[in-house]
Nanobody, 120 residues
Framework: QVQLMESGGGLVQAGGSLRLSCAASGIIFSINAMGWYRQAPGKQRELVATITSGGSTAYADSLKGRFTISRDNAKNTVYLQMNSLKPEDTAVYYC??????????????WGQGTQVTVSS
Protein backbone atom coordinates (compact mmCIF):
# COMPACT_ATOMS: atom_id res chain seq x y z
CA GLN A 1 0.00 0.00 0.00
CA VAL A 2 0.95 3.62 -0.51
CA GLN A 3 0.05 6.31 1.97
CA LEU A 4 0.52 10.05 1.58
CA MET A 5 0.64 12.13 4.74
CA GLU A 6 0.40 15.91 4.60
CA SER A 7 1.59 18.15 7.39
CA GLY A 8 2.25 21.82 7.99
CA GLY A 9 -1.20 23.30 7.64
CA GLY A 10 -2.59 25.75 10.12
CA LEU A 11 -3.89 29.23 10.75
CA VAL A 12 -1.85 32.21 9.62
CA GLN A 13 -2.36 35.91 9.10
CA ALA A 14 -2.52 37.38 5.62
CA GLY A 15 0.98 37.98 4.37
CA GLY A 16 2.40 35.09 6.33
CA SER A 17 3.99 31.88 5.15
CA LEU A 18 3.51 28.17 5.56
CA ARG A 19 5.45 25.17 4.35
CA LEU A 20 3.47 22.03 3.64
CA SER A 21 5.07 18.61 3.49
CA CYS A 22 3.79 15.34 2.10
CA ALA A 23 5.63 12.10 2.62
CA ALA A 24 4.86 8.94 0.71
CA SER A 25 5.26 5.70 2.59
CA GLY A 26 4.88 2.06 1.76
CA ILE A 27 6.50 -0.28 -0.67
CA ILE A 28 7.29 2.04 -3.54
CA PHE A 29 9.51 1.25 -6.44
CA SER A 30 9.58 4.82 -7.68
CA ILE A 31 7.51 7.99 -7.87
CA ASN A 32 7.02 9.99 -11.01
CA ALA A 33 4.99 13.17 -10.68
CA MET A 34 3.84 14.64 -7.39
CA GLY A 35 1.55 17.56 -6.87
CA TRP A 36 -0.52 19.78 -4.64
CA TYR A 37 -4.19 20.57 -5.06
CA ARG A 38 -6.61 22.55 -2.96
CA GLN A 39 -10.32 22.77 -2.40
CA ALA A 40 -12.10 25.69 -0.79
CA PRO A 41 -15.61 25.34 0.66
CA GLY A 42 -18.18 25.25 -2.10
CA LYS A 43 -15.57 25.22 -4.84
CA GLN A 44 -14.06 22.65 -7.15
CA ARG A 45 -10.73 21.10 -6.34
CA GLU A 46 -8.05 22.93 -8.26
CA LEU A 47 -4.45 22.40 -9.19
CA VAL A 48 -1.86 24.27 -7.18
CA ALA A 49 1.40 22.88 -8.54
CA THR A 50 3.02 19.76 -9.89
CA ILE A 51 6.58 18.54 -10.10
CA THR A 52 8.06 15.68 -12.06
CA SER A 53 10.78 13.32 -10.93
CA GLY A 54 13.19 15.38 -13.00
CA GLY A 55 12.24 18.61 -11.27
CA SER A 56 10.04 20.20 -13.92
CA THR A 57 7.34 22.30 -12.27
CA ALA A 58 4.00 23.80 -13.19
CA TYR A 59 1.80 26.21 -11.25
CA ALA A 60 -1.71 27.54 -11.32
CA ASP A 61 -1.77 30.94 -13.01
CA SER A 62 -3.56 32.56 -10.10
CA LEU A 63 -0.70 31.93 -7.69
CA LYS A 64 1.53 34.48 -9.41
CA GLY A 65 4.73 32.93 -8.16
CA ARG A 66 3.85 33.05 -4.46
CA PHE A 67 4.03 29.28 -4.09
CA THR A 68 6.99 27.01 -4.74
CA ILE A 69 6.86 23.25 -5.08
CA SER A 70 9.89 21.08 -4.47
CA ARG A 71 10.68 17.47 -3.69
CA ASP A 72 13.23 15.27 -2.04
CA ASN A 73 13.33 12.07 -4.04
CA ALA A 74 15.42 10.27 -1.44
CA LYS A 75 12.67 10.86 1.12
CA ASN A 76 9.72 10.47 -1.25
CA THR A 77 8.53 13.82 -0.01
CA VAL A 78 7.03 16.82 -1.77
CA TYR A 79 6.90 20.31 -0.29
CA LEU A 80 4.87 23.41 -0.93
CA GLN A 81 6.30 26.71 0.26
CA MET A 82 3.50 29.25 0.47
CA ASN A 83 4.43 32.91 0.83
CA SER A 84 2.43 36.12 0.96
CA LEU A 85 -0.66 34.17 1.85
CA LYS A 86 -4.05 35.70 1.18
CA PRO A 87 -7.47 34.90 2.61
CA GLU A 88 -8.46 33.42 -0.74
CA ASP A 89 -5.77 30.78 -0.24
CA THR A 90 -7.87 29.27 2.54
CA ALA A 91 -8.63 25.68 1.57
CA VAL A 92 -7.91 22.07 2.29
CA TYR A 93 -4.66 21.21 0.57
CA TYR A 94 -4.10 17.74 -0.82
CA CYS A 95 -0.99 16.13 -2.18
CA UNK A 96 -0.91 13.36 -4.72
CA UNK A 97 1.63 11.12 -6.33
CA UNK A 98 1.96 8.76 -9.23
CA UNK A 99 3.74 5.78 -7.76
CA UNK A 100 5.20 2.71 -9.38
CA UNK A 101 4.79 -0.12 -6.89
CA UNK A 102 6.43 -2.72 -9.10
CA UNK A 103 7.09 -3.23 -12.77
CA UNK A 104 3.47 -4.32 -13.14
CA UNK A 105 1.63 -2.05 -10.74
CA UNK A 106 1.22 1.71 -10.58
CA UNK A 107 -1.41 4.17 -9.51
CA UNK A 108 -2.38 7.65 -8.40
CA UNK A 109 -2.60 8.27 -4.67
CA TRP A 110 -4.02 11.09 -2.59
CA GLY A 111 -3.38 12.30 0.90
CA GLN A 112 -6.12 13.05 3.39
CA GLY A 113 -5.65 16.79 3.18
CA THR A 114 -4.47 19.49 5.55
CA GLN A 115 -6.38 22.66 6.38
CA VAL A 116 -4.83 26.02 5.60
CA THR A 117 -6.67 29.04 6.93
CA VAL A 118 -5.53 32.58 6.21
CA SER A 119 -7.08 35.35 8.25
CA SER A 120 -7.27 38.99 7.23
Amino acid sequence: QVQLMESGGGLVQAGGSLRLSCAASGIIFSINAMGWYRQAPGKQRELVATITSGGSTAYADSLKGRFTISRDNAKNTVYLQMNSLKPEDTAVYYCNAEALLSLASRGIYWGQGTQVTVSS
